[in-house]
């Protein structure tokens, strides 16, 4: 005998099968950064260091169109140059390090904050072109949001006079 299944449940499968997309550019951007597919969250958006996948397995967006180009190394650096200031300050005004001594710590630190960052800064700027639709992304539906309205194509008007409210100019001659 088939089971029966009430209207809520087959809403509850269907909403369990299809993956939630982010609400907001700030969550799409924390789940790249998490090597997580922007769009639903599941699979992971790098298959190498800095090679972003092609097709995501759970709800197939496609990542080819992302440009990250350099702008995830110029973040890290901003990011790392803003960590280590302090600290290389207090590291040369505090301690008694030689000079070589300082050398090797601060360019330690630094390369491992810099290959730190690079990937989770690539996975947030990935989704951020992703959430707004540039590069070639299609821009995602917003939770909430209204459909956009058609625009009135002007030039295919019939030549009678238009009706107020039809969106296009009135013609010049109004018989009114």
């Keep these: 005998m088939p089971?029966?299944?009430?209207m809520v449940d087959r809403l509850q499968e269907?909403?369990?099968q299809q993956p939630e997309l982010p609400r907001s550019g700030?969550?799409?951007a924390l789940r790249g950064a998490r090597n997580r597919c922007p769009s639903c969250g599941q699979e992971v958006l790098f298959a190498r260091f800095l090679k972003p996948i092609a097709k995501c397995g759970s709800c197939g967006q496609d990542w080819t169109h992302q440009q990250a180009d350099d702008f995830p190394?110029?973040?890290a650096i901003l990011l790392t140059g803003h960590i280590l200031a302090p600290l290389i300050i207090t590291l040369v005004n505090h301690t008694d390090l030689p000079v070589w001594g300082l050398m090797v710590l601060i360019v330690s630190l630094a390369t491992i904050l810099m290959l730190a960052m690079l990937q989770p800064a690539k996975g947030a700027i990935i989704a951020v072109q992703w959430w707004l639709g540039m590069h070639g992304f299609v821009k995602p539906?917003?939770?909430g949001a209204k459909p956009k309205a058609m625009p009135i194509d002007c030039s295919a008007a019939p030549q009678a006079p238009m009706t107020s409210g039809s969106g296009c100019p009135a013609s010049r001659h109004n018989p009114r």
């Design 3 to 6: 089971e029966f299944l009430t």
């Design 14 to 16: 269907e909403t369990a």
């Design 26 to 28: 700030v969550q799409a």
């Design 73 to 75: 190394a110029y973040l």
């Design 141 to 143: 539906a917003r939770a």
